[in-house]
């Protein structure tokens, strides 16, 4: 039996799906005996559909010569999901932490006509996250996000699956690459605006990027994780939120003085929801340089467990969507 996919954005992410679905079909028939197609992708102007499945070099050729998907695409892309036979929607499109963007009504869509949703766009997870949840377990459908904190780093998934039964304590991390980026140069005695024009050099930083080095990016993520493993209600605008554009070269100093390193901290337990820079110890987990994600996780059997990975990346996210996928799989293999 075929499993239908929307892709909805067709970005970098969107991209490395299509990527990482053509590499993986061999690995989901001999595992599933099923076949994996995607029968429609759409970006903000185009769209590409064939309920007999698209080819996915065929759409990522066409994207990367033309900047568009398909043909232009009707504007009420939320009546295409509705009248359209699908099985999963993954979708990544771009993050609103405003309003949940378009992002937020086609999950709800999805949802509503019973169908599985995978996503990394935190605007609606940090915004809706227990209307979207309900409307998934009413519909007895899979709503998965594995990709939405720390990318590649299987933080949701080995909180919710592996630690299941057990009480999570507290998730401390570094939950933005970027941040921690232009922290680790600051570390080498640049200035902070310096290491941000660095970081933006690099393509780590986006050309306005407030949403990362104010916390907000980190904000959201503490909230997705508060409501999926701590099973809280919460949105975006209750973490208390300190970014890191006050940090000055004398505090990087003072700190290393104290062999320590000031690093942008989430921090999620039961009753705290927090980013804010900290002096962490030199050689502690969370002193780590450079642009991966980290996290420790406090459980009452396991203890600390500490994991790191590339927060983000067109096939690193790709490959957590990719998880999410195949516990689809396995489910409906049940
Ligand atoms: N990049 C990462 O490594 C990463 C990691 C974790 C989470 N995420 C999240 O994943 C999502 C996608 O990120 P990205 O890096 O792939 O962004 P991106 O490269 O900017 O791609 C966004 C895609 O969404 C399309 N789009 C824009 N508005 C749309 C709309 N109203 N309806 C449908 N499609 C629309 C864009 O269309 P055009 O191509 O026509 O502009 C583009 O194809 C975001 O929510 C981001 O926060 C990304």
Do not use: W
């Not at 429609?40 to 065929?58: K, V, Y």
């Not at 990394?120 to 227990?130: C, D, S, T, Y």
């Amino acid at each position: 039996m075929t499993l239908k996919i929307v892709i909805s954005g067709f970005g970098t992410v969107g991209q490395g799906v299509a990527e990482v679905l053509e590499r993986k079909q061999d690995f989901i028939k001999r595992r599933f005996h099923r076949q994996v197609r995607i029968v429609a992708a759409f970006d903000s102007r185009s769209l590409a559909h064939d309920d007999g499945g698209l080819d996915p070099e065929l759409l990522l050729e066409r994207k990367s010569s033309s900047g568009m998907v398909g043909d232009p695409r009707p504007s009420d892309m939320c009546r295409f999901l509705r009248e359209t036979e699908f099985d999963v929607l993954v979708e990544v499109s771009p993050t609103n932490i405003e309003t949940g963007g378009d992002g937020l009504l086609f999950i709800r869509e999805a949802l509503n006509k019973g169908a599985h949703v995978i996503t990394v766009n935190k605007g609606p997870l940090a915004l809706h996250f227990r209307e979207l949840n309900d409307l998934a377990k009413k519909k007895k459908v899979q709503l998965r996000f594995e990709g939405a904190v720390g990318g590649a780093m299987p933080i949701i998934n080995l909180c919710k699956e592996n630690f299941m039964g057990e009480r999570i304590l507290t998730i401390q991390g570094i939950l933005n690459g970027t941040c921690n980026f232009i922290l680790s140069r600051m570390d080498k005695g640049l200035p902070f605006g310096q290491a941000l024009k660095e970081a933006q050099e690099l393509g780590y930083a986006e050309s306005d990027p407030s949403y990362d080095i104010d916390g907000i990016d980190s904000a959201s993520k503490v909230a997705i994780l508060a409501n999926a493993v701590f099973d809280r209600d919460v949105t975006f605008s209750d973490v208390s939120v300190t970014g890191i554009t006050a940090i000055t070269e004398d505090a990087i100093a003072l700190a290393g003085d104290q062999n320590m390193v000031i690093r942008l901290i989430g921090e999620v337990s039961p009753d705290k929801l927090e980013v804010a820079p900290r002096l962490i110890p030199k050689g502690h987990p969370l002193s780590l340089s450079g642009t991966l994600n980290m996290a420790q996780i406090n459980t009452d059997l396991a203890g600390p467990i500490t994991i790191s990975g590339r927060g983000a990346g067109r096939i690193e996210t790709a490959s957590a969507i990719f998880s999410d996928l195949v516990a689809i799989l396995e489910a409906e293999r049940q």
